[in-house]
Nanobody
Framework: QVQLVESGGGLVQPGGSLRLSCVAS????????MTWVRQAPGAGLEWVSS????????IYADSLEGRFSISRDNDKDTLYLQMNNLRPEDTAIYYC????????????????????RGQGTQVTVSS
C-alpha cells in the first residue's frame, strides 16, 4: 500500500525558509518520478515542482521565480522541497504526489499522471 507522509510545514514570516519532507513507503521509491503540489485556501490544486526518479532532472512552476528547490534521497525514500524567501501567497497545504508509472522521464503533472498524494502539510507565511 502506497503511503506518502509529508512534514516540515509551519508558520513562517515573509522572507523565511522551510524544508518540507515526504517519506514514501509501499513502493519502490527510486523508480518513480515525484511531484509537489499545493492548495491555497479556496483554490484548486497548483503544481509546484517535479523530479525524475533519479533526481537528475527537475522542473518548476514559473511563478516560483527560482525560490524553491526539489530534491530526493532514494536511499532514504524521501522527497524534499526547500522553500526560500517565502511570501504570503505561498500559504497553502503542500502535498507530495507519486507518478502513476515507473518511467525514466518526467510526466507533466495531472491528476491522472500523479494520482496518489499524501495528507499534506500546512505552510503559513504571515507576519
Amino acid at each position: 500500500q502506497v503511503q506518502l507522509v509529508e512534514s516540515g510545514g509551519g508558520l513562517v514570516q515573509p522572507g523565511g525558509s522551510l524544508r518540507l519532507s515526504c517519506v514514501a513507503s509501499g513502493f519502490t521509491f527510486s523508480n518513480y518520478p515525484m511531484t509537489w503540489v499545493r492548495q491555497a485556501p479556496g483554490a484548486g490544486l497548483e503544481w509546484v515542482s517535479s523530479v525524475t526518479s533519479t533526481g537528475g532532472r527537475t522542473i518548476y512552476a514559473d511563478s516560483l521565480e527560482g525560490r524553491f528547490s526539489i530534491s530526493r534521497d532514494n536511499d532514504k525514500d524521501t522527497l524534499y522541497l526547500q522553500m526560500n524567501n517565502l511570501r504570503p501567497e505561498d500559504t497553502a497545504i503542500y502535498y507530495c504526489a507519486k507518478a502513476r508509472l515507473p518511467v525514466k522521464g518526467l510526466p507533466m503533472y495531472t491528476d491522472y499522471s500523479y494520482p496518489e498524494r499524501g495528507q499534506g502539510t500546512q505552510v503559513t507565511v504571515s507576519s
